[in-house]
């Protein structure tokens, strides 16, 4: 193989570790993020099972930060799901393009491989050379 394919898997490998790299940092804000989410959920329902008449101030408030908390949480976690869409979506197109580019490529390596072998049949490809079969 040429140097400049072994250089192109190399590559591809490297883009492919880059990709995976990703998921998994995507994967582990995701955890993150649901873990902190079930923390506070569970704050917030031991805090809504009072009766309201027992609560403090303090615990309504407490209430209302968590909620909030929560909603900003989930809102982050939403954005983090849609922005994996984006890039698996951008990684869909840049593979399809990369394999629009090899079968370009290998379709003119094939083409020329084969009019080389081709040519290799023919005696002389100069015109000249054909008067001389006349």
């Known amino acids: 193989m040429p140097w400049?394919?072994?250089l192109f898997k190399i590559e591809r490998i490297r883009e492919i570790l880059v990709r995976r790299e990703s998921e998994l940092r995507y994967m582990m804000d995701?955890?993150?993020?649901c873990k902190e989410i079930s923390r506070l959920k569970k704050e917030l329902q031991k805090l809504?099972?009072?009766?309201?008449?027992e609560k403090s101030n303090e615990e309504k408030q407490r209430e209302e930060e968590l909620v909030q908390q929560i909603h900003k949480l989930v809102e982050t976690r939403d954005f983090l799901v849609d922005d994996v869409e984006f890039e698996r979506l951008r990684?869909?197109?840049?593979?399809?393009?990369?394999?629009e580019?090899?079968?370009?490529?290998?379709?003119?390596?094939?083409?020329?491989?084969?009019?080389?072998?081709l040519m290799s049949f023919i005696p002389c490809i100069d015109p000249?050379?054909?008067l001389h079969f006349t």
């Open 4 to 6: 400049w394919w072994e």
């Open 91 to 99: 990684e869909r197109e840049e593979d399809k393009e990369m394999a």
């Open 101 to 117: 580019f090899l079968q370009s490529e290998l379709s003119k390596s094939y083409l020329q491989k084969a009019s080389r072998w």
């Open 128 to 130: 000249l050379c054909f």
């Open 48 to 53: 809504i099972a009072l009766p309201e008449t």
């Open 30 to 33: 995701d955890i993150q993020l």
